[in-house]
Nanobody, 123 residues
Framework: VQLQASGGGLVQAGGSLRLSCAASRRTLSNNAMGWFRQAPGKERVVVAAINWRGDNSYYSDAVKGRFSISRDNAKNTVYLQMNALKPEDAGTYYC?????????????????WGQGTLVTVSS
Protein backbone atom coordinates (compact mmCIF):
# COMPACT_ATOMS: atom_id res chain seq x y z
CA VAL A 1 0.00 0.00 0.00
CA GLN A 2 1.19 3.49 -0.81
CA LEU A 3 -0.23 6.54 0.92
CA GLN A 4 0.23 9.88 -0.79
CA ALA A 5 -0.47 12.93 1.36
CA SER A 6 -0.96 16.34 -0.16
CA GLY A 7 -2.41 19.75 0.58
CA GLY A 8 0.16 21.17 2.97
CA GLY A 9 1.61 24.62 2.57
CA LEU A 10 2.10 28.02 4.12
CA VAL A 11 -0.93 29.71 5.63
CA GLN A 12 -1.51 32.64 7.93
CA ALA A 13 -2.85 32.06 11.40
CA GLY A 14 -6.62 31.82 11.22
CA GLY A 15 -6.52 30.35 7.74
CA SER A 16 -7.53 26.94 6.45
CA LEU A 17 -5.98 24.02 4.67
CA ARG A 18 -7.37 20.72 3.46
CA LEU A 19 -5.07 17.72 3.50
CA SER A 20 -5.75 14.69 1.37
CA CYS A 21 -4.36 11.19 1.59
CA ALA A 22 -4.85 8.81 -1.29
CA ALA A 23 -4.13 5.11 -1.00
CA SER A 24 -2.94 3.11 -3.97
CA ARG A 25 -2.07 -0.50 -4.79
CA ARG A 26 -4.59 -1.71 -2.23
CA THR A 27 -7.83 -0.44 -0.82
CA LEU A 28 -7.89 0.69 2.79
CA SER A 29 -11.67 0.97 2.92
CA ASN A 30 -11.77 -1.62 5.70
CA ASN A 31 -9.05 0.04 7.76
CA ALA A 32 -9.20 2.85 10.25
CA MET A 33 -7.18 5.86 9.18
CA GLY A 34 -5.41 8.59 11.08
CA TRP A 35 -3.56 11.85 10.74
CA PHE A 36 -0.48 12.47 12.84
CA ARG A 37 1.64 15.60 13.27
CA GLN A 38 5.33 15.83 13.98
CA ALA A 39 6.91 19.14 14.84
CA PRO A 40 10.69 19.58 14.67
CA GLY A 41 12.35 17.94 17.65
CA LYS A 42 9.11 16.47 18.92
CA GLU A 43 7.47 13.09 18.76
CA ARG A 44 4.75 12.21 16.32
CA VAL A 45 1.30 12.67 17.85
CA VAL A 46 -2.16 11.75 16.69
CA VAL A 47 -4.30 14.65 15.52
CA ALA A 48 -7.40 12.86 14.26
CA ALA A 49 -8.55 9.36 13.44
CA ILE A 50 -11.55 7.77 11.81
CA ASN A 51 -13.00 4.28 11.62
CA TRP A 52 -13.50 2.31 8.43
CA ARG A 53 -17.07 3.45 7.84
CA GLY A 54 -16.42 7.07 8.64
CA ASP A 55 -19.04 7.24 11.38
CA ASN A 56 -16.71 7.39 14.36
CA SER A 57 -13.84 9.82 14.79
CA TYR A 58 -11.37 11.06 17.33
CA TYR A 59 -9.74 14.47 17.70
CA SER A 60 -6.99 15.59 20.00
CA ASP A 61 -7.99 18.29 22.43
CA ALA A 62 -5.71 20.72 20.64
CA VAL A 63 -7.68 20.55 17.38
CA LYS A 64 -11.19 19.66 18.51
CA GLY A 65 -13.72 22.01 17.01
CA ARG A 66 -11.29 23.27 14.34
CA PHE A 67 -10.28 20.15 12.40
CA SER A 68 -12.49 17.62 10.69
CA ILE A 69 -11.48 14.20 9.41
CA SER A 70 -13.49 12.44 6.72
CA ARG A 71 -13.06 9.69 4.18
CA ASP A 72 -14.37 8.68 0.79
CA ASN A 73 -13.93 4.94 0.49
CA ALA A 74 -14.99 4.96 -3.14
CA LYS A 75 -11.97 7.16 -3.84
CA ASN A 76 -9.74 5.43 -1.28
CA THR A 77 -9.00 8.85 0.17
CA VAL A 78 -8.98 10.42 3.61
CA TYR A 79 -9.18 14.14 4.27
CA LEU A 80 -8.30 16.49 7.08
CA GLN A 81 -9.99 19.87 6.94
CA MET A 82 -8.06 22.30 9.13
CA ASN A 83 -9.68 25.60 10.05
CA ALA A 84 -8.67 28.45 12.32
CA LEU A 85 -5.06 27.34 12.10
CA LYS A 86 -2.65 28.34 14.83
CA PRO A 87 1.15 28.51 14.76
CA GLU A 88 1.25 25.50 17.08
CA ASP A 89 -0.51 23.42 14.40
CA ALA A 90 2.61 23.61 12.24
CA GLY A 91 4.56 20.48 11.44
CA THR A 92 4.72 17.58 9.07
CA TYR A 93 1.40 15.80 8.80
CA TYR A 94 1.38 12.09 8.12
CA CYS A 95 -1.57 9.98 7.16
CA UNK A 96 -1.61 6.38 8.24
CA UNK A 97 -3.64 3.23 7.82
CA UNK A 98 -4.34 1.04 10.82
CA UNK A 99 -4.41 -2.72 11.23
CA UNK A 100 -7.84 -2.39 12.80
CA UNK A 101 -11.12 -1.15 11.39
CA UNK A 102 -11.98 0.71 14.59
CA UNK A 103 -10.78 4.21 15.41
CA UNK A 104 -7.37 4.10 17.01
CA UNK A 105 -5.09 6.73 18.53
CA UNK A 106 -2.07 4.47 19.07
CA UNK A 107 0.76 4.82 16.54
CA UNK A 108 1.54 1.14 17.11
CA UNK A 109 -1.83 0.25 15.59
CA UNK A 110 -0.85 1.83 12.29
CA UNK A 111 1.03 -0.18 9.71
CA UNK A 112 0.88 1.99 6.59
CA TRP A 113 2.40 5.47 6.60
CA GLY A 114 2.51 8.21 4.00
CA GLN A 115 5.48 10.41 3.30
CA GLY A 116 4.12 13.48 5.08
CA THR A 117 3.08 16.93 3.98
CA LEU A 118 4.45 20.09 5.59
CA VAL A 119 2.14 22.65 7.15
CA THR A 120 3.55 26.04 8.09
CA VAL A 121 1.46 28.59 9.94
CA SER A 122 2.67 32.16 10.16
CA SER A 123 1.59 34.38 13.01
Amino acid sequence: VQLQASGGGLVQAGGSLRLSCAASRRTLSNNAMGWFRQAPGKERVVVAAINWRGDNSYYSDAVKGRFSISRDNAKNTVYLQMNALKPEDAGTYYCAGARTSRTSTRPSDYMYWGQGTLVTVSS
